[in-house]
């Protein structure tokens, strides 16, 4: 009995640890949710997992310790006896005081049935806590919405696959994993008791071995006959190289074989279970044969001789149906059907008149790439040490009565990078909770020293040109990941003046409340920080913030969905907020090519995130109803999502096509661009992505690297005015040419809409490689550059910029100076290219004009000394003079829309003063 009573209680203390180690985490979280108002998903996760524990829990161990307990009583029928290993050990001769001489006489008394229980409770617990984390496969099967196409080869549902599939092999895997286990104890303990003897050959087992054996066998065949049966669904994500999905060998042989298999598992555990009363080792032996042979012979052996005999002479001829399954449902998947193709002439017709037309794209060509951009923002607004920017973005806004793209900063405060005699407890904790504001530049302009010019700049925010800012304070960024407690009763530090600091106090929305000595005791224990219980700084008032970083937050908030890699900062408002793409993603899609990266065959931009700066509220935007991963979640948590059209109508003029999502989009479509299936097999026009020659840091002679995607904004060939996309130029496979470009359209009403411009083939057009060799066997720019870098200099080229303008493409791109011992890169000149002219020039007017000199309009006649026209025509050639030369010196100054006004009045003036004189 004492015995008995100290197993009870230690297996009560492993499950009282493991309650109490889950305890502290689970009442921080149910705080934390219920402080930002999302108390609901808190519970419905948590409903889910404690379920799903319970469930796997007990399902586990009740079977483990039946399984246990019944070759325990087969094993040893006498009650209380000793294992026979434990006997022989015993029986041992040893010194007075071994530990063997103190478990002599206690192990007959030894409850060896509860051991095994306690044993069997502990495994079922670690089992059901890596079976917790399914949570998510399990709400998902329940509140699964259909997606309404089918599979081409079973007819079933896509949603059977996106849904219930994953759980059936959960599920599967889940039975296996017990079987297993299963087996691993009922063989210890018949070894233990001498029922299993492999000391020499032949090894002797028990009659009593041999028959629970069988019957674990017969239930380990019948599951291996379920998943059989699953794995016909599995063929749809075969990959022969070929076709992505069942391909013909997998359909005429595949298909049938596993048919087979699924009857040779049933007959193997039919066999195995007769066998529990014949007790014959050949009959385990002939099950094992029948599954295992089979499996080789008929998912291995006969399916790759057919398809090498029959397949692969014939391979296009038998694949093509097949090709085309992938090709459809692989731009399903990717959301590539929604694809507009259209031609792009790729004319040399450009002129000084369609760069006034098109001036909307013009003054937002981009000339500060974001890594010298970085370098110029951190030496010239980080301030102080500890202000840090994490990355530069770009994006578009209404200033000054024009549509502009500009680049943005959010100035954040990294305690880390205070001095280490100031990184204390206080400081880290309570003083420097906060960055502080943000910096904005537009994309086109420069100052007379090469540097960018601010719209927003400094602390509190200047505002010279920009949007104005009345609360930049950000307690919620990217680099803000550890907590923080505001309302203390040391102020916090706000921002420096001078030789002084000012202070401020968190009038914010978030935090949980910790003023009471058990919440401090909490928080305390759970952050492993004894400082928050000692401290004299907390008051009632007092709250601490937690989860300040805003992907670590959005994903405690919604763990289901995969992020977008860039965040970006927005003023709206006066207030700073932060936007998140988020994707609903799954590996379950028929027939659909992987990411090259992963196993993601499925992939929606289904979620816009906002989140507050400065009060650290989330909001989660369905931006893509049709998608039905988003439907199910929101049926899952209803309280969660809200509809796009519910967001503030300045925050839904700042959403973008999010980078990642188009990216993994064009890799996807540099293949499955081409809907024929011969086509497509002969990878005849396979596209990839333009090389760059200079390399991520910019420097020349860096090895190339591929040109990645970037926002431009442009005028659209037909549209009435420049938009904000997205864009990517393309190029054939092996060759350097450009043979088209992918935008992706962010403004409403037209957001996310995909449009791909094809070049005629018979048409050579440069790329963007083949350009910068242009640029480089320029005499007058390659010398240059060798000038600077005699000089002690650093020459930084930026990203050549392809524009596309009407149906032309003008390429363009930044020219940097660094001083070798420098950190403050400085655009020094402006490279343009256009059919067969390379010119560099200071500023990027004087590049066009110096690029389309030769369709600059005439000159007025020249009025030569000595000549007299008549009296008002003389008038007209001095006014036309005038004009000309004033517009020249607008479009020097980038001035469009001076420019074109001064041709609009000039060109009357020419066509009267070449109008022949009136005869009489």
Known sequence: MPWRLIGLAGAGIVVALVVLGRASGMVVDWAWFSSIGYVGVFWTVFAAEALLFVAAFVASSLLLWVNAALAMRFAAPRRGRVPRVFEEALNVQALPGAPIELLRPAAPQLPWRLLIFGAALVIGLLVAIGETGKWDLVLRFIYRVPYRQSDPLFNNDIGFYLFAL??????????????????????????????????????????????????????????????????RYLLLYNDNGVVVGAGYADIHVGLPGLWVLVFLAAAAA???????????????????????????????????????????????????????????????AYNLRQITVKPFPAEQGLSFQSLQRNHGTIDNIRLWDWRPLMDTYAQLQEIRTYYKFFDVEVDRYHLDGSYQQVTLAARELMPSLLSANAQTWVNLHLLFTHGNGVVMSPVTQKSTEGLPIFYLKDIPPVVAGGPPISEPRIYFGQGTDDYVIVRSSTPEFDYPKGKDNVYASYDGKDGIAIGKTRWRTLFAWHLDDLNIL????????????????????????????????????????????????????????????????????????????????????????????????????????????????????????????????????ALEYRAYHMDAPEVFYNR???????????????????SPARMAPYYIMMRLPGDPHAEFFLMLPMVPSQRENMIAWLAARCDPPDYGKLIVYEFPKEKLVYGPFQIEARINQNTKISQQISLWNQMGSRVIRGNLLVVPIENSILYATPLYLRAETGQLPELKRVIAAYGDRVVMEETLPAALAALFEET???????????????????????????????????????????????????????????RPPATH
């Open 684 to 702: 005849e026009d396979l596209w990839q992505f333009p090389r760059e020659p200079t390399g991520p840091d910019g420097a020349i002679g860096s």
């Open 534 to 665: 000692l401290t004299r700084y907390i008051t009632a008032d007092s709250r601490i913030l937690l989860h300040r970083d805003i992907q670590d937050r959005i994903r405690t908030i919604a763990p289901f969905l995969q992020l977008d890699r860039n965040p970006y900062i927005v003023i709206s408002g006066g207030r700073l907020y932060w936007m998140q793409d988020a994707y609903t993603t799954s590996n379950w899609f028929p027939y659909a090519q992987p990411q090259p990266d992963g196993d993601i065959n499925y992939i929606r931009n289904s979620v816009k995130a906002v989140v507050d700066a400065y009060n650290g509220t989330v909001a989660f935007y369905v931006a893509d109803a049709s998608d039905p991963l988003i439907a199910t979640y929101q049926r899952i948590f209803p309280a969660l999502f809200k509809p796009l059209d519910s967001i503030p109508a300045d925050l839904r003029s700042h959403i973008r096509y999010p980078e990642d999502l188009f990216y993994t989009q």
């Open 166 to 231: 994953p759980l059936y092999m959960a599920v599967k895997n889940w039975m296996m994993l017990i079987l297993f286990l299963a087996t691993l104890m009922a063989g210890a303990i018949y070894f233990l008791h001498g029922q299993i003897n492999v000391e020499r050959w032949p090894w002797r087992i028990s009659s009593a071995a041999l028959a629970h054996g069988s019957a674990l066998l017969g239930l380990y065949f019948a599951v291996k006959a379920w998943s059989y049966a699953l794995d």
């Open 856 to 914: 600059a309009p005439a000159s007025p006649p020249a009025i030569s000394a000595g000549t007299s026209l008549p009296g008002p025509a003389d008038e007209r050639a001095r006014t036309a003079l005038g004009h000309y030369n004033r517009a020249i010196d607008r479009l020097k100054s980038g001035d469009w829309a001076g420019f074109g006004a001064e041709l609009d009045a000039l060109k009357p003036l020419l066509e009267e003063l070449g």
């Open 270 to 332: 039919v066999v195995a279970w007769v066998n529990v009363w014949r007790q014959k080792y050949g009959l385990v032996v002939i099950a094992t044969a029948l599954v295992f042979g089979g499996s080789f012979i008929f998912t291995g052996l006969v399916p790759g001789l057919y398809e090498r005999l029959y397949v692969k002479p014939s391979e296009l001829q038998l694949e093509a149906p097949y090709i085309k399954r992938n090709i459809d449902l692989t731009r399903e």
